[in-house]
């Protein structure tokens, strides 16, 4: 949520934004402007919601208004306060767009509120004046808070919108005022969105019609946005494509890469993962992606050049598949000369590479081996196995400690560059997908417990084999760790439905993963297998003849 006492950031100017909500006859409808064309505003012909800047008068205002004074409304919104001043900017930027005013006085004649819109509009008065000049008062009493965004870092003009919903007022007809608005649009969130209307739309405006579009009518819609508890400040981050500029929001998997690599919002740094590209994630840490793309590896197999700033010798981490131009990319993206290869483990898209590039650099393979030889890399000849706990020096101001992680894999490795508290965690933490435990060399209880001890390590970022950097490693080992607690709680009550004979692990699949889509589900398999298998250990399921492919049931069951 914003934080009490939420400051406004100095290149930022208070905004706000109304959405306009009524039932139509095809479902939700809100009301949609159409903003001018202007040379050199970003939003230059974009379908947008009524709202504008906060005027300095909207607070004179707040003796006009009905319901929650700017006590309430600034706590809600996160501020010392002025809350308030916010709610009458958006129904003041309402009326003066779109003619539509909430207030349960007498409008006057169109043609005399036509020049109070034209006056407000110019900067000639303020919300108080108009209130005060024709006996209206404001009412706020049906606004739900929806939604705070800010303007990324790096826009010429950044805005801190607060934007709220309403019922729209009734027996009211909206109108352009032909300057900022000069099309007007009821539409439902369905048809907003259609490509085939050709909406300019910001990624704030589709995110919204988005959480409209899931209320059948206005009142779903408010108590949906009332129901969402304190709301958290969004903020987009520009970032650059193979297609071109585009903005990032905070839940796609590039946006805390991108924060840490252009705080200051340049829009250089790339939303993608291009195999073969080297991408500086700092001074110490240089990543190249492997064409390795698929579903198991998603966007591709990262390999990491680590090293000193200062010196010249460079560690590889995991080399990855045994790709002749992956390693060439390697060789061609090293800052320095490769002086060791480390091996997180030795699956497939991870550990090959390690032979191609030892030749060609001389440099030795570091790793462990795995207990069981399915699923591994044959070809995996380590000069030395690596201990838990063991340093590595890379120079004065670089060293990676060794982690022992088992559970994806019984010989895998995360190695915490520990100057910048960041872990290259290979397969033991994945972005945006939880790994598969794979038995005999995968072990559900080992995971778990890896998981937990990471906890007690001091860490600012995950690296991971695939995906972007990692923000907030805490918060993502926990919910790792819960997700796992849920999925062996749906086993359990899997088992505890099944007959007295027990069930197969087959039988059992599409019940434990019901929310998992059916095409993944032979993958999954092997992950229930070993959460079967970690409830055995526990002594809370047993197996016929001691089967692992036998009929599961509780134990006692």
């Given at each position: 949520m914003t934080a009490p006492g939420y400051r406004l950031p100095p290149d930022a100017r208070p905004a706000a934004s109304l959405l306009l909500l009524r039932d139509g006859d095809a479902g939700l409808e809100v009301l949609m402007l159409r903003r001018a064309e202007r040379d050199g505003d970003l939003r230059s012909g974009a379908a947008v919601f009524p709202g504008g800047v906060v005027d300095v008068r909207d607070r004179d205002a707040h003796a006009f208004c009905l319901?929650?004074?700017?006590?309430?409304?600034?706590?809600?919104?996160?501020?010392?306060?002025?809350?308030?001043?916010?709610?009458?900017?958006?129904?003041?930027?309402?009326?003066?767009?779109?003619?539509?005013?909430?207030?349960?006085?007498?409008?006057?004649?169109?043609?005399?509120?036509?020049?109070?819109?034209?006056?407000?509009?110019?900067?000639?008065?303020?919300?108080?004046?108009?209130?005060?000049?024709?006996?209206?008062?404001?009412?706020?009493?049906?606004?739900?808070?929806?939604?705070?965004?800010?303007?990324?870092?790096?826009?010429?003009?950044?805005?801190?919108t607060r934007f709220f919903a309403v019922r729209a007022p009734a027996g009211q007809q909206a109108a352009a005022d032909g300057g900022e608005a000069v099309d007007l649009m009821w539409l439902t969130p369905e048809q907003a969105l259609d490509p085939s209307r050709g909406l300019k739309l910001l990624p704030v405006t589709r995110r919204t019609l988005e959480e409209l579009g899931r209320s059948v009518d206005v009142d779903a819609a408010l108590a949906f946005g009332a129901g969402r508890g304190p709301i958290g400040l969004t903020m987009p981050r520009r970032a650059m494509s193979r297609r071109g500029p585009r903005a990032v929001l905070p839940d796609e998997l590039p946006y805390a890469e991108i924060g840490r690599l252009d705080p200051d919002g340049r829009g250089d740094a790339s939303c993608e993962l291009v195999a073969g590209v080297p991408v500086r994630l700092s001074p110490r840490i240089v990543r190249v992606t492997a064409p390795?793309?698929?579903?198991?590896?998603?966007?591709?197999?990262?390999?990491?050049?680590?090293?000193?700033p200062d010196g010249h010798g460079w560690t590889v981490i995991d080399p990855g598949p045994a790709d002749p131009a992956h390693v060439q990319a390697l060789l061609t993206a090293a800052p320095g000369r490769i002086e060791r290869i480390l091996v997180t483990h030795t699956h497939r898209d991870h550990s090959p590479g390690a032979a191609l590039l030892a030749a060609a650099t001389g440099a030795p393979v570091y790793g462990r081996r795995a207990r069981y030889p399915e699923w591994q890399d044959p070809t995996f000849d380590p000069a030395r196995e690596l201990a838990d706990g063991e340093r590595i020096v890379l120079g004065p101001a670089a060293s990676l400690r060794v982690i022992h992680t088992?559970?994806?894999?019984?010989?895998?490795?995360?190695?915490?560059?520990?100057?910048?508290?960041?872990?290259?965690?290979?397969?033991?933490?994945?972005?945006?997908?939880?790994?598969?435990?794979?038995?005999?060399?995968?072990?559900?209880?080992?995971?778990?417990?890896?998981?937990?001890?990471?906890?007690?390590?001091?860490?600012?970022?995950?690296?991971?084999?695939?995906?972007?950097?990692?923000?907030?490693?805490?918060?993502?080992?926990?919910?790792?760790?819960?997700?796992?607690?849920?999925?062996?709680?749906?086993?359990?009550?899997?088992?505890?439905?099944?007959?007295?004979?027990?069930?197969?692990?087959?039988?059992?699949?599409?019940?434990?993963?019901?929310?998992?889509?059916?095409?993944?589900?032979?993958?999954?398999?092997?992950?229930?297998?070993?959460?079967?298998?970690?409830?055995?250990?526990?002594?809370?399921?047993?197996?016929?003849?001691?089967?692992?492919?036998?009929?599961?049931?509780?134990?006692?069951?």
């Open positions: 319901g929650d004074g700017d006590a309430a409304w600034s706590a809600a919104l996160g501020l010392d306060e002025g809350g308030l001043d916010y709610v009458v900017a958006a129904l003041r930027e309402t009326f003066e767009e779109v003619g539509l005013l909430l207030t349960p006085d007498r409008l006057p004649p169109e043609d005399h509120a036509a020049s109070w819109r034209g006056r407000l509009h110019r900067g000639e008065c303020g919300a108080a004046e108009l209130c005060r000049a024709l006996g209206l008062r404001l009412d706020a009493r049906g606004f739900v808070y929806w939604s705070h965004w800010l303007t990324p870092p790096g826009t010429p003009k950044r805005f801190d390795n793309a698929g579903p198991m590896t998603g966007p591709g197999t990262n390999s990491y050049l680590v090293g000193d088992p559970g994806h894999a019984s010989n895998h490795l995360c190695f915490l560059l520990e100057q910048e508290r960041l872990l290259f965690t290979g397969d033991h933490v994945m972005q945006g997908s939880t790994v598969v435990i794979n038995p005999p060399d995968g072990d559900m209880t080992a995971y778990l417990r890896a998981l937990e001890a990471l906890l007690a390590v001091d860490l600012d970022w995950l690296a991971p084999g695939h995906g972007f950097l990692v923000a907030e490693p805490p918060a993502v080992l926990r919910g790792l760790i819960a997700h796992r607690r849920r999925r062996e709680a749906r086993v359990h009550e899997a088992l505890r439905a099944v007959a007295p004979g027990g069930a197969t692990i087959d039988e059992l699949l599409p019940e434990v993963y019901a929310d998992v889509p059916a095409a993944l589900h032979p993958m999954a398999r092997r992950s229930l297998f070993a959460h079967l298998l970690k409830l055995r250990d526990d002594g809370a399921a047993a197996v016929e003849d001691d089967s692992p492919e036998g009929r599961w049931a509780l134990r006692g069951g």
